[in-house]
């Protein structure tokens, strides 16, 4: 077994004002390994075809390359089937199409959690105002945990829709997704999850959550930008209309009607992103590779060592619970009286990248009772000197704030 995989990544080898790159925001953007930027290659070299369009050999070879990982994906989140995979650029689109297609009703809930992500809340909100729907979230804990309780008062008879991260982008806080969908389908409901945080960072089985639609992106596991996927049964599918409409979505078009493909092909009209799927094959192969064992090993590492030596710094207040740090590799922090943005550059000129603001999560921001946190976010590529190496800088950023240049 491997200690370090971050000689893989050809980014993380570089200098950032005169330092070595420590990069501490892979909950933002995963960098890509060599494996991936080479399978993405060897496809533009080999392969480079438009994907069911042609008869020639090589769109027959793109076909079946892109259609290979549409199985790939199946099998890596539990699918039952390969046709219940859709691509999208991203879990933002899925999430989009999911609050656009689903038959809401005016009257109808909309219960979201107060720890969503923008992308997870203003298409749902869209979607109520112009609907007449109502937008209900249910509350956390004081330990930054999901009110089940609270829960259980909101999802009820009226509820079209439960749509939930299953893991949140700021708290690191896994959220009890089973227990949800057994809520959602007890009252009628479908319940939808965000696992763009997840995905990355932990096994997932969509039958065994119960989900019905999941959506996740491939840039924060390891793949490209702009490629993602939209889960979701294959009887739920089948009763969702297209939201994009033309070229390779069709069966047949006259000059008045239209007849759609069959799920998931009906919801892909026009050229994909047949890159960006070779690329998100090729991060799963490099996950498998590195296992989950190890993802997960790494991740409590990391997390443990750096909570330990962050707990002996004045005036540093984290929000999260660790059981779910470790679990997730994501720490957000503030230091007393320094903004989080001038953390953030401090630190930057040390050579350590990590995220300062509100995260796309203001209204966690208004339950936290801050404008905007740190983020620290840890990935398989990072290592125990990344650790010293940012608690080291947050100490002397806090000494520079508190006492000036000596």
């Known amino acids: 077994m491997r200690d370090n995989f971050a000689t893989d990544f050809p980014l993380l080898k570089q200098m950032v004002n005169h330092e070595h790159l420590v990069y501490l925001d892979s909950a933002a953007t995963s960098q890509m390994p060599e494996q991936v930027m080479a399978a993405i290659t060897d496809f533009k070299k080999t392969d480079n075809a438009n994907v069911h369009r042609g008869v020639y050999t090589l769109a027959q070879r793109a076909t079946e390359r892109y259609e290979g990982v549409r199985e790939q994906v199946a099998a890596w989140i539990g699918a039952s089937d390969a046709r219940e995979i859709v691509f999208t650029k991203g879990t933002t689109e899925g999430l989009n199409w999911l609050a656009r297609s689903l038959k809401i009703h005016q009257g109808d809930k909309i219960v979201l959690t107060m720890m969503e992500h923008h992308s997870n809340i203003v298409p749902w909100q869209q979607v109520a105002h112009r609907l007449g729907a109502e937008l209900v979230y249910i509350e956390m804990t004081p330990d930054f945990q999901l009110d089940m309780a609270d829960a259980q008062r909101k999802i009820d008879g009226r509820t079209a829709v439960v749509a939930t991260t299953l893991v949140s982008n700021v708290l690191g806080t896994v959220t009890p997704v ?4 057994h809520l959602a389908h007890r009252n009628g409901a479908v319940i939808v999850g965000d696992g763009a945080q997840a995905v990355p960072h932990m096994p997932i089985d969509v039958k065994q959550l119960e989900l019905d639609y999941l959506t996740f992106s491939g840039h924060k596991m390891l793949g490209p930008n702009g490629i993602g996927v939209l889960w979701g049964k294959k009887a739920l599918l089948d009763d969702l209309d297209p ?25 892909e009209a026009g050229t994909q992103n047949i890159t960006g799927v070779i690329g998100l094959g090729a991060a799963i192969d490099y996950l498998q590779m590195v296992g989950w064992k190890q993802i997960q090993q790494n991740n409590q590492q990391l997390v443990q060592q750096a909570l330990t030596a962050l ?14 740090m470790v679990q997730t590799g994501i720490i957000s922090f503030n230091l007393a009286g320094i903004h989080p943005h001038d953390v953030a550059t401090a630190l930057d000129m ?18 936290l009772g801050v ?27 806090k000494e520079f704030f508190t006492n000036g240049i000596s």
């Not at 040390?350 to 339950?367: E, F, T």
Request: glycine share 8%; charged share 20%; net charge neutral.
């Open 371 to 397: 404008p905007a946190t740190c983020r620290a976010s840890f990935y398989l590529y990072n290592t125990t000197t990344d650790v010293t190496r940012f608690v080291d800088a947050l100490v002397a950023t």
């Open 350 to 367: 040390q050579g350590i990248a990590v995220r300062a603001g509100h995260h796309c999560a203001q209204p966690l921001m208004k339950a």
């Open 178 to 181: 089973r227990e949800l969908a």
């Open 311 to 324: 707990a002996k710094i004045p005036g540093l207040e984290i929000y999260g619970k660790p059981t779910d």
């Open 243 to 267: 939201v994009e409409f033309g070229g390779e979505m069709i069966s047949e078009v006259g000059l008045n009607e239209t007849t759609f493909k069959p799920t998931p092909w009906k919801f």
